[in-house]
């Protein structure tokens, strides 16, 4: 009998171990996958100087859709939630940006300018931890772009 209860133990913690490899697997694929959208994300706002430009916004959606990049849209509402209405999801497919003024005094006059922090999102989906530990800003990577100036 004292042999059946090990045979048990020893299955269990395989058990755990091999969920455990499993689950840092699937996290590190998908941290580097939203890390490069992230990336790409960042160096098309600077090469067209902001989100706005509807030729960018083509560019981004087109890079995402090739990646298979999908998030769930509650993670980029709790985000906005956090951030105060500040942060702007254009799309909701997968990538957030909060817009930030700069002002900078220099000799020759003031200069006028805006960076941009880029959020995107780990899409890790397992309800019962998400909400048990709340992993909301563990399945984020952030990024920002260099001041744009007028």
């Given at each position: 009998m004292?042999d059946?209860?090990?045979?048990?133990?020893?299955?269990?913690?395989?058990?755990?171990?091999?969920?455990?490899?499993n689950?840092?697997?699937?996290?590190?694929?998908n941290?580097t996958r939203?890390?490069?959208?992230?990336?790409?994300?960042?160096?098309?706002?600077?090469?067209?100087?902001?989100?706005y430009?509807e030729?960018?916004?083509?560019?981004?959606?087109?890079?995402?859709?090739?990646?298979?990049?999908?998030v769930?849209?509650?993670?980029?509402?709790?985000?906005?939630?956090?951030?105060g209405?500040?942060?702007?999801?254009?799309?909701?497919?997968?990538?957030?940006?909060?817009?930030?003024d700069?002002?900078?005094?220099e000799?020759?006059g003031?200069?006028?300018?805006?960076?941009?922090?880029v959020?995107?999102?780990?899409?890790i989906?397992?309800?019962?931890?998400?909400?048990?530990?709340?992993?909301?800003?563990?399945?984020r990577?952030?990024g920002?772009?260099?001041?744009?100036?007028?």
């Open positions: 004292r059946a209860i090990g045979q048990v133990f020893v299955l269990q913690v395989i058990f755990i171990f091999v969920l455990l490899i689950g840092y697997m699937a996290y590190s694929v941290y939203a890390f490069r959208v992230k990336n790409h994300i960042v160096n098309i706002i600077e090469q067209y100087e902001g989100p430009n030729e960018g916004i083509a560019k981004i959606n087109d890079y995402i859709e090739q990646t298979a990049y999908n769930t849209n509650n993670q980029m509402l709790d985000f906005q939630g956090e951030s209405g500040t942060a702007k999801c254009p799309g909701y497919n997968g990538w957030c940006y909060i817009e930030h700069v002002s900078v005094d000799a020759d003031e200069r006028n300018g805006k960076y941009y922090t959020v995107t999102f780990v899409n989906d397992i309800p019962v931890i998400n909400k048990i530990v709340g992993l909301g800003s563990f399945l990577v952030v920002e772009t260099r001041t744009i100036y007028n």
